[in-house]
């Protein structure tokens, strides 16, 4: 039975109780979930608040220092996480073990960054002053994350916002409520004290009333939110009401233009990766192939027949994906195949993948889980809710485009900012493409999905508020600048008064 963990403890057990299962083999419960109240919430705010000096007043390189361990302890623990992961959520075993590595990864930065939380030292207009600029923590951040990532992107946000002296109440997705506990157990015995992290079980509701009376109380003074475009303008709205900025990483209609000298198989390869591994069911998925109108038959005949041989089925072996994560998204999934007009062109099955709805090939018995078809639509066009909204599941649309111009203005036309990739052999394309993308983030012959731990990684528009995860420019999400002017003159100096003016002859001329 896994509980709410504050203050270094488990919570006494609650009235409620949900199953986390197995979205592969239906019949296994992994975990059983004791669910918080909104109180409990706030409660792990008000022990995260109350730890929040202490620990921050540990040298930034001795927090390093237990980053340093909570990596290693995840390298020493890899394999059983990853397996817990695929269990747990159905993510093909060789991706579970790159999204633990991943942990491993942003550990491995964030380390040295304990010794590099550099501030400035200014020169100043008057004698015998100094100006310096320091990074403080922000103080105590309310993490809120999905479970696509159960693991990898959770450590985006805690690892930062430890290492610069912020405390934290982690609130996970319920459905991937066992990873997370093994995650908060390597985390806590890495070195971090009592109340520094604490993890929270409840669904979205009593989070959001919870974490409502923490922003009241002034015990939370960082959100980061990583869910849907829903979701995160509500809780932009409630952060606003308190003049928060939080962190929202939000969905993504992710594009991806083919032009008319593109290398197609790599293309090909390219978008089967985005579109379909994870099930579609990554913030980063691909959403719709915008393909130039001399290759785009050749480019769909050379996707479908892709798509149609690539192994669907049982996580644990070697698949392309395996189920949807969650009863609640296959429910979603089946909303979004309603989307689908009668103009569009669907290329292979659709729906859920059973006896009488069968996938050759198919890897294991689709009968135990939530299995659907890899779903390819063509002639998708702005206004169609395909093309306009995402679409969390192994679904991707396909149009056409004549000028390149157009391909950027269809790119950006449902108003996301993720992700996006083009694949081309033109230098002149790639640049131009980059330069009129709305995206946080671009792909030159490379896949939309796929982040590396020392880069920014982050969206705008529908997809985020511009905020940045990984790398060094997360620091800025985590830290608040401070400014301090030192005078040991002796006498108050007034600037902007009393600055020395420098005699210069500015009439002169040759």
Not at 12 to 18: F, Q
Not at 259 to 269: F, I, K, S
Not at 430 to 447: D, L, T, Y
């Amino acid at each position: 039975m896994l509980r709410s963990m504050i203050d270094g403890g488990p919570v006494p057990a609650g009235a409620r109780v949900l199953d986390s299962r197995n979205p592969a083999d239906l019949d296994d419960v992994v975990a059983q979930v004791v669910l918080a109240d909104p109180a409990t919430v706030t409660a792990a705010a008000r022990s995260a608040h109350a730890a929040q000096r202490a620990w921050a007043d540990v040298p930034a390189p001795v927090r390093g220092q237990v980053v340093a361990n909570i990596g290693a302890l995840v390298e020493a623990n890899a394999e059983a996480l990853a397996r817990l992961v695929t269990r747990e959520i159905g993510k093909p075993l060789a991706e579970a073990r790159g999204e633990v590595q991943e942990i491993v990864d942003t550990c491995r930065f964030f380390l040295g960054e304990g010794r590099r939380l550099y501030g400035q030292t200014v020169p100043s207009e008057m004698p015998d002053k100094q100006l310096f600029t320091f990074r403080e923590p922000v103080g105590t951040a309310m993490i809120i994350t999905a479970g696509n990532f159960p693991v990898a992107v959770p450590s985006w946000y805690l690892v930062p916002a430890l290492l610069c002296g912020n405390t934290v109440v982690w609130k996970p997705a319920l459905y991937a409520a066992a990873a997370a506990d093994a995650l908060y157990q390597l985390f806590v015995r890495a070195g971090l004290p009592a109340g520094v992290l604490n993890l929270v079980h409840a669904d979205g509701p009593e989070t959001f009333t919870g974490l409502s009376h923490a922003l009241d109380e002034g015990l939370v003074q960082k959100v980061g939110f990583t869910g849907s475009t829903e979701v995160g303008r509500a809780i932009g709205e409630l952060c606003g009401r308190h003049l928060q900025s939080p962190c929202l990483e939000l969905g993504g209609k992710n594009p991806m233009v083919v032009t008319e000298d593109a290398d197609l198989d790599l293309a090909v390869e390219g978008a089967l990766f985005a579109g379909f591994g994870t099930a579609g069911q990554r913030c980063t998925s691909l959403g719709t192939a915008i393909v130039h109108e001399s290759v785009h038959g050749e480019f769909l005949r050379r996707f479908a027949a892709a798509t149609e041989a690539a192994a669907v089925g049982d996580p644990t072996r070697d698949v392309l994906y395996g189920p949807l994560l969650d009863e609640r998204f296959a429910a979603s999934y089946e909303k979004y195949l309603g989307w689908i007009t009668g103009g569009q062109r669907v290329l292979g099955a659709t729906g859920r993948i059973t006896a009488d709805n069968p996938r050759a090939g198919f890897v294991g018995d689709p009968a135990t889980g939530l299995f659907y078809h890899p779903v390819i639509v063509d002639g998708v066009r702005p206004g169609d809710d395909i093309f306009d909204h995402e679409t969390f599941g192994p679904l991707v649309g396909v149009t056409s485009y004549g000028a390149l111009d157009e391909a950027i203005e269809l790119a950006n036309a449902p108003g996301y900012g993720l992700s996006s990739a083009i694949y081309t052999t033109d230098p002149k394309k790639a640049f131009a493409f980059r330069r009129g993308i709305g995206a946080g983030m671009v792909s030159v012959n490379n896949s939309t999905s796929g982040a590396e731990a020392h880069l920014p990684f982050g969206g705008n528009g529908r997809s985020g508020n511009g905020s940045r995860q990984s790398g060094m420019w997360v620091l800025d999400q985590f830290t608040r600048w401070q400014a301090l002017n030192w005078d040991y003159s002796g006498r108050l100096q007034k600037a902007q008064l009393e600055v020395a003016v420098v005699p210069a002859d500015l009439d002169f001329r040759l």
